[in-house]
């Protein structure tokens, strides 16, 4: 079975400063994505970054950008610049084809980032 | 365009007692997804609809049911509540082929258990 591991339950961050988040994820698969999703206290999970297990180029968006290392099963989010809005849950997820179009996602427990003003 | 909704969006039932849960996905989405975030924790796959039948299911007993329309929206049910059942349920929509896996997310029902 694949899991995922948010290692830092809990990270703060200076207002415009850098800050990176770690995951570590198992599976015996060789495709597979990979998420970075933010849950505000809005509650609503809102997606960030996706990276595709065959592309070696890490994805980025913005101010966020991955440092993905497969062969280390590795997936951390870096958010340059911080901003208040960045503060939420930070949950890292892995999915893979499970057949007839279907995916589901297995997640982390979470990061809970603090922006300090 | 409409996102993801979920109704309602807290209630509180007594141990025993029966609930269902609402959703209606995305617009042009045709697959939905259920997940129970408890307290502090990441969600957890509970079940998948596709063409109104439920196509993968994640470790939930059988008191975990669903249903999908043919407008392609959603209920959860759970019967014979469970104190360990409060939780966050989380609908997420998608579209079925060509998907990279991305979810879009409802803002949850928050079902508490006395």
């Known amino acids: 079975a694949q899991t995922v591991t948010q290692s830092q339950p809990e990270m703060s961050v200076q207002e415009a400063e850098t800050v990176t988040l770690s995951c570590t994820y198992d599976?015996?698969?060789?495709?597979?994505?990979l998420f970075w999703y933010k849950q505000p206290p809005s509650r609503q999970m809102i997606l960030v970054i996706r990276?595709?297990?065959?592309?070696?180029q890490n994805a980025t968006e913005n101010r966020f950008s991955v440092n993905f290392q497969k062969a280390a099963k590795s997936f951390s989010l870096k958010i340059s610049d911080s901003q208040l809005g960045d503060a939420a849950m930070y949950f890292c997820?892995?999915?893979?084809?499970?057949?007839?179009?279907?995916?589901?996602?297995?997640f982390g427990k979470g990061t809970k980032l603090s922006v300090i003003p | 365009d409409a996102g993801v909704t979920q109704s309602p969006t807290h209630l509180i039932k007594t141990r025993g007692q029966q609930v269902t849960l609402r959703c209606s996905p995305k617009?042009?989405?045709?697959?939905v997804s259920w997940y129970q975030q408890a307290l502090g924790q990441g969600p957890q796959f509970i079940f998948q609809y596709y063409e109104e039948e439920e196509r993968q299911r994640g470790n939930f007993p059988d008191r975990f049911s669903g249903h999908q329309f043919p407008n392609y929206s959603s209920e959860l049910n759970v019967n014979a509540l469970l104190l360990g059942d409060s939780a966050l349920y989380l609908c997420a929509s998608s579209l079925p082929f060509g998907n990279t896996g991305e979810l879009f997310f409802g803002e949850g029902s928050r079902l508490t258990v006395l």
């Open positions: 599976t015996s698969e060789s495709d597979y994505y």
């Open positions: 997820a892995y999915t893979s084809y499970s057949g007839a179009g279907s995916y589901q996602l297995t």
């Open positions: 617009s042009g989405h045709d697959t």
């Open positions: 990276q595709e297990a065959y592309k070696q």
